[in-house]
């Protein structure tokens, strides 16, 4: 199992400056959440993680974006709580053309929210090139959560960028304005299970 806590590029104090937002990617096996970030250059892999540095403007203020990749066949089982640790936002992926990995959004969001019960997630539809039809098609999923859904395809780009753009804001916003005593709670509870010999 790997540990993020032992890479120092890792290092969880940076996240506490006002421009700096986690955003993490769930999702199946080859749903297409590598292809989805790969259009930012940088980035540092470790062996089940990939860590794409992104940076961006939103409202005019340089905002920089740490999104955070697993390999599908993780699980949401054997996902390590540092994966979700102080983390700002969740894209949560499902491939069009196959039916299992829409119905697993079902564990990926319960184990979601088992450690972030309330950071803003979105639900993205990916590979609509393969057939644009679906997207005629109603997901209840999202509709059930009360979560946006967007239609994607990391192939040719279609709404990636807007896709991206809106979760990077929704970040900022939950980091703005959920400083709350609940959450401060919560916060000191992960570290302490993360982190139990330090206590
Ligand atoms: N047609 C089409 N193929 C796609 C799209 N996005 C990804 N793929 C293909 O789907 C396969 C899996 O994509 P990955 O990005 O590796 O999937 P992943 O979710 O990162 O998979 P794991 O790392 O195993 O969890 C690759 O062959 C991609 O080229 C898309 O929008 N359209
Ligand atoms: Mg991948």
């Known amino acids: 199992m790997w ?3 032992g890479i120092p590029e890792l290092d969880q104090d ?4 006002d421009e700096e937002v986690k955003i993490i990617c769930l999702g199946d096996s080859a749903v297409g959440k590598s292809k989805l970030m790969e259009s930012h250059p940088q980035q540092l892999s470790t062996y089940a993680l990939t860590l794409y540095k992104y940076t961006t403007t939103i409202d005019s ?3 920089l974006v740490d999104f955070w990749d697993t390999a ?3 699980r949401f089982q054997s996902m390590h709580p540092s994966y979700y640790h102080k983390a700002h936002a969740c ?12 119905k697993n959004l ?6 979601l929210r088992e450690y972030r019960p309330e950071i803003p997630c979105v639900v993205v539809a990916n590979k609509i090139d393969a057939d644009m039809k679906v997207t005629q098609r109603n997901f209840n999923f ?3 959560q009360g979560l946006p859904l967007y239609f994607v395809s990391a192939a ?3 709404n990636v960028v807007k896709m991206l753009k809106e979760t990077i804001k929704m970040a900022m916003s939950y980091k703005q304005n959920s400083s709350d005593f609940m959450d401060e709670v919560m916060q000191e509870l992960e570290v302490q299970y993360i982190f139990p010999s330090r206590y």
């Open 156 to 158: 040719d780009g279609t």
């Open 72 to 74: 599908g066949q993780e």
């Open 106 to 111: 079902t564990s990926w969001y319960t184990g």
């Open 14 to 17: 940076k996240y506490d400056a």
């Open 61 to 63: 203020k340089a905002v």
């Open 142 to 144: 999202a509709k059930k």
């Open 3 to 5: 540990d993020a806590s």
């Open 91 to 102: 894209i949560m992926v499902f491939d069009v053309q196959r039916k299992i990995t829409y």
